[in-house]
């Protein structure tokens, strides 16, 4: 079976996602374990060394890098890790303080039984690489932390460069129990803060809720590194309320640069409209599909026509499916949805009835209809190549018949609203049809 990864954590240069085949296993080091039992070569020493290596990469993720600098020489980097928790005193009572959730996980990756022979020595090993790596993203610059596990040099400097105040610090932290699993993000947070602080201008405050709702420390990494790269004015951000900007963090960590784009053309404002808007969809899909297609799309006009299409007066059947179309469509379906919404609100809102209607009395459906009898196809595509007997041409010949035999039932005038000066066959057929053309040029 093979699985797509997103790293939870972070990579230095690129962030992106990898396929690979996945292991149902507790862990990469528990399997190792597993393997090494089974042709009869393990030990208290190996166990213990092995639930270190599953400790470290717990709490750093499990990345491919550091998998393969570990594998390349395991024993250099136990040994030189280890001596961040022996430079503790009374380690075993950071263990008790631990949250039960950690002790679930240790469970988890321990590929013993409780009361087992190596069930201990996997365990303590296991105590000690997590505190390791949490000594680790406290202790080092945020950003930095992921280059721990590059190579066995990487460990061994990332090593050095952790002084003892720093490890009774971290300990102190651990021993508050609830704090211990959040503090490395936490701390992370607040350099960030500072660091777009200093960047684009954003206030430390600000910076602090853009990242809040980041919940990993390569998450935070991430988020700083697009608003800095994309040149996004934190003066901005730091205006918006505080739950927008906390939404425009996790947007920015979802959407990756496409957001950041956004955020350094537009401005965060239609992005905190977007997060409000009331709406029987997905806010964030929503949001991350207009950003994926923002080059596509007039993002700021389709959150201003989607709030005003929802307006408690409007009474307008179809807004709901139309933001659905928004949030999961492609690049052809969003910018008919979007035109949808504009060539709507121009028709006035106290004037629309329906959008996206089903047509009872033949296949497909009413673009929109309104109170004053119009039924409307809306067209965004390029219409000035279709000449008879184009596929284009031939498509929306049928559509028009479609639309007559409501007309038929119901009554009402014909309308197809092109976004370009459609082919002139194109017109000769409408004309023909006694349906009306308008054009809307952006």
Request: overall charge negative; glycine content about 10%.
């Amino acid at each position: 079976m093979t699985i797509q990864i997103d790293d939870r954590h972070e990579t230095i240069e690129e962030v992106g996602t990898t396929e690979a085949e996945a292991i149902e296993v507790g862990g990469i080091f528990n399997q190792v374990s597993e393997e090494l039992r089974a042709a009869g070569l393990s030990s208290s020493q190996v166990e213990e060394s092995l639930g270190f290596l599953e400790g470290t990469t717990t709490g750093a993720g499990e990345t491919l890098g550091g998998i393969l600098a570990i594998y390349d020489d395991p024993y250099v980097i136990v040994e030189a890790a280890r001596a961040i928790p022996e430079a503790v005193e009374n380690f075993d009572e950071i263990i008790e303080a631990l949250p039960a959730a950690i002790e679930d996980q240790q469970q988890f990756n321990n590929p013993h039984e409780p009361g087992d022979r190596y069930y201990d020595d996997f365990r303590d090993g296991w105590y000690q690489g997590y505190f390791f790596w949490f000594v680790v993203e406290m202790a080092v610059p945020a950003g930095e932390a992921g280059k721990a596990l590059k190579s066995t040099d990487t460990v061994q400097s990332t090593v050095n460069r952790i002084s003892t105040p720093q490890v009774q610090r971290a300990a102190q932290v651990a021993k508050q129990g609830g704090q211990t699993v959040t503090a490395p993000v936490r701390y992370s947070r607040q350099q960030l803060s500072q660091g777009l602080h200093g960047s684009i201008g954003l206030t430390r405050e600000a910076g602090e809720r853009v990242l809040s709702e980041v919940r990993t420390v390569g998450g935070q990494y991430q988020v700083a590194k697009i608003l800095d790269r994309n040149d996004v004015d934190g003066g901005e951000i730091s205006r918006i309320d505080g739950d927008s900007q906390a939404k425009t963090g996790s947007a920015t960590l979802r959407s990756g640069d496409d957001a950041g784009r956004v955020l350094a053309d537009g401005g965060p404002d239609p992005v905190a409209r977007a997060y409000q808007l009331d709406l029987d969809v997905n806010n964030e899909n929503l949001v991350s599909n207009l950003f994926r297609h923002s080059d596509e799309i007039d993002l700021e006009r389709v959150i201003n026509d989607l709030e005003e299409l929802n307006r408690p007066d409007a009474d307008i059947q179809g807004v709901d499916e139309l933001a659905l179309r928004l949030a999961g469509g492609d690049q052809s379906n969003i910018k008919g949805a979007a035109f949808e919404a504009e060539v709507a609100v121009s028709r006035g809102t106290d004037n629309v009835e329906a959008i996206g209607k089903s047509n009872p009395h033949s296949r497909g459906e009413i673009d929109i209809e309104t109170a004053d009898g119009r039924v409307i196809e809306t067209k965004s595509g390029d219409y000035t190549q279709a000449a008879a007997g184009s596929d284009r041409y031939t498509d929306l010949e049928n559509q028009i018949g479609h639309y007559q035999q409501y007309t038929d039932a119901e009554g009402g005038t014909i309308e197809v609203t092109f976004r370009e000066e459609p082919h002139g066959d194109i017109k000769g057929m409408l004309d023909a049809n006694d349906v009306e053309i308008e054009i809307y040029n952006e």
